[in-house]
């Protein structure tokens, strides 16, 4: 009897696979610890025999060994003598420890100190009493190597995976900026007329930016306002009408207040593009190159004002870095060791599923034990009708859940996200399509991804829901196979 419900276990198991540091690895150690049994799935790999039920110590270190010895062997074995150009760093010292940002301009390394506290950063003391108020002691990566090439009004590419605090990483600096020229050059606060634009993909990312520039601004004295698509025109247009120095929105409702005379390019000195990849590699890229148009004729007149610009990503193709780089001629391109990385504190399972057997009955057997924990939970789907059979199913099993999908319209996407992130714990499973993947700063405990993502990058950005800023998290995935 006892040997039959073993067989049984083995059938049905769920894999739990460890990732590397480098994405190029996938390795996985079933004798570590026993496979956790889950009614209706299948194992990545089916043992021969049963697996035992205790494992020998010096068995196990064994096998540990020889494993990292293979892998070692495979890595260099591949490698192949290169004699391309060089290229910006990949993999970059921790927090503590010197890093390098790379002049994509000029082709050389430059060497940069980490830094252990913000007041190493050059951050003023008004700028210190807003980041004291939020709790931050220790800057992280990014915002070490940031926060000083900002400072020096650099243009400069960001780039780091999703919650390690890029927004602070500009936007520290930024307020800074602002008040330094105030002081020096005499700048005035005036209507319609900013000084620093930050141009996001989403309401939900503006509205999550300009929550942080108010909360800076309480401290460092200064205005700003958000304009964006899915609003009301008046209000906004009554804000502009009023003294400011910052505007957060996205490029259509910026765009549509410049051509109703609203707002004017005249003092613009400070522009940010926030998610930058999803800007260019998602149709964004005309109403860019309409923005910065005045800004370019401007900067080219004898007497006109050039601007810093400050782009900020969580993944970068090579599509999508030939477009910046075309468009933002010398920019220079800073990346921390953890962009397109696996984050340390984040762990990945995968489920196999054989065609014939029951996806949403599956998705209910893992997710049930979550919800039981008090975790929030974001449910992934690759389409709005396959989002609707798993809102439906759940429903149907007592599960309440909110959506966050292309049809939802903008207010109630954002009414769903302040029920999900409500402390009540009323809704605290999210159904949602990739539009949830990027920029929307979360508390989220678990990720699972219903549909596998049909690229490496959208699998980055889902992960990134979890495990933010040094918090552990845990992505599971759903494979439906053949066979």
């Known amino acids: 009897m006892m040997q039959k419900a073993m067989m049984a276990a083995t059938s049905r198991t769920l894999l739990s696979v460890s990732l590397l540091s480098s994405p190029k690895h996938f390795s996985y150690y079933p004798f570590l610890k026993p496979s956790r049994v889950f009614r209706g799935f299948k194992a990545f790999c089916s043992a021969p025999s049963p697996i035992p039920t205790t494992v020998d110590p010096d068995d196990l270190k064994h096998s540990m060994l020889l494993e990292r010895l293979r892998t070692r062997h495979l890595r260099h074995s591949t490698k192949l ?15 503590g420890q010197e890093t390098e940002a790379y002049d994509k301009g000029k082709g050389k390394k430059k060497k940069k100190i980490m830094a252990d506290s913000f007041e190493e950063l050059g951050l003023s003391e ?42 602070l990483a500009y936007m520290l600096p930024l307020v800074q900026l602002l008040r330094r020229d105030e002081a020096i050059l005499g700048m005035l606060t005036k209507p319609r007329r900013p000084r620093a634009v930050v141009l996001c993909p989403t309401r939900e990312l503006s509205e999550q930016v300009f929550r942080v520039a108010k909360s800076i601004s309480h401290h460092a004295r200064f205005r700003s306002t958000m304009v964006s ?178 049809e939802v319209p903008a207010e109630q996407r954002v009414e769903n996200l302040n029920k999900f992130k409500s402390d009540d714990g009323d809704c605290p499973t999210l159904v949602c399509t990739d539009l949830a993947a990027r920029g929307l700063d979360l508390d989220v405990n678990h990720v699972i991804m219903f549909d596998f993502p049909l690229n490496s990058i959208d699998y980055l950005h889902r992960t990134g829901r979890t495990a933010r800023m040094g918090a552990k998290g845990l992505t599971i995935s759903f494979q439906v196979c053949a066979y």
């Open 126 to 167: 008004e700028v210190m009493g807003a980041v004291r108020e939020m709790g931050i002691e220790v800057p992280t990566e990014i915002q070490c190597i940031g926060i000083p090439f900002v400072l020096e009004e650099k243009s400069v590419v960001l780039g780091s995976h999703t919650g390690s605090g890029k927004t």
């Open 229 to 406: 698509g899915g609003g009301r025109l008046r209000p906004q247009e009554d804000s502009l009408n009023n003294p400011i120095d910052m505007v957060v929105g996205t490029p259509g409702r910026v765009l549509q207040h410049i051509d109703d005379g609203n707002m004017v390019y005249g003092d613009i000195k400070y522009l940010v593009l926030d998610e930058a990849d999803t800007m260019f590699d998602r149709g964004f890229g005309p109403d860019i190159r309409k923005f910065l148009g005045p800004l370019k004729n401007r900067a080219l007149k004898p007497s006109g004002q050039g601007f810093q610009t400050i782009l900020v990503t969580a993944t970068m193709t090579k599509a999508v870095q030939k477009l910046i780089d075309e468009e933002f001629q010398g920019i220079e391109h800073l990346r921390t060791s953890t962009l397109h990385k696996k984050i340390a504190s984040a762990r990945h399972d995968f489920i196999k599923l054989l065609g014939s057997e029951n996806k949403l009955e599956a998705l209910l057997q893992v997710l049930e034990p979550s919800l039981a924990k008090g975790n929030r939970v974001m449910v992934f789907c690759n389409t709005l009708n396959s989002s609707r059979a798993v809102d439906h199913f759940l429903g149907e099993n007592q599960i309440s859940t909110v959506n966050y999908h292309g």
């Open 81 to 95: 003598p290169s004699s391309s150009p060089s290229k910006p760093p990949q993999n970059l010292p921790v927090l």
